[in-house]
């Protein structure tokens, strides 16, 4: 960030794209760059406090919440938004599993979800119930349950296996 407080001027890298971030404040956080100034609005701000979930993005492959992380600090980092996570027009499958399931909620809540749940299975591939409600616990939804989003979670676990066999 040294480069950047100096020319008040920073690159990111946002789902393999680079982008000149220049004549921002240097303290706006990644959720707002990536909403107001990249025009990437699929990350919501929900609280702005790091207690939801719905600003989720990877950076680095690491899972955080954008809102907690100051941009000109993000410079140098690969960072990958629920933007990333179709390909084109072809949903990813924990997309589709959340369709078949009836999973789909809020347009706050569901972007934060999918992050977090592409980046669960990549390390737990068959989880436990369990542990799907764990990962899933920092992405609240005040209006409904989970059980749905639990199922969409182990259908694309039952789906990949049977995919990989
Ligand atoms: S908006 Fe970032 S955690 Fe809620
Ligand atoms: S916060 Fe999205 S449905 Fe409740």
Redesign the pocket.
């Known amino acids: 960030m040294g480069n950047a407080q100096e020319s008040n001027q920073y690159e990111l890298t946002v789902n393999d794209s680079r982008y000149v971030i220049s004549g921002a404040w240097l303290g706006e956080s990644l959720l707002y760059v990536l909403r107001e100034r990249l025009g990437l609005y699929g990350s919501k701000n929900a609280c702005e406090q790091g207690e939801c979930g719905s600003c989720s993005v990877m950076m680095d492959d690491v899972l955080v919440c954008s809102c907690l992380v100051l941009a000109a600090n993000a410079e140098g980092r690969e960072i990958k938004t629920i933007e990333s996570v179709a390909d084109g027009s072809q949903l990813s499958d924990v997309q589709e599993a959340f369709i078949d399931t009836g999973a789909i909620?809020?347009g706050?809540?569901?972007p934060g979800l999918l992050v977090t749940i592409h980046d669960f299975l990549a390390s737990n591939p068959e989880p436990e119930e369990s542990e799907i409600k764990e990962a899933i616990s920092g992405n609240l939804?005040?209006?409904?349950g989970y059980g749905r989003i639990v199922e969409a979670v182990q259908l694309v676990s039952i789906r990949r296996s049977e995919r990989d066999t």
Do not use: V
């Open positions: 909620q809020c706050f809540c569901t939804c005040r209006c409904t």
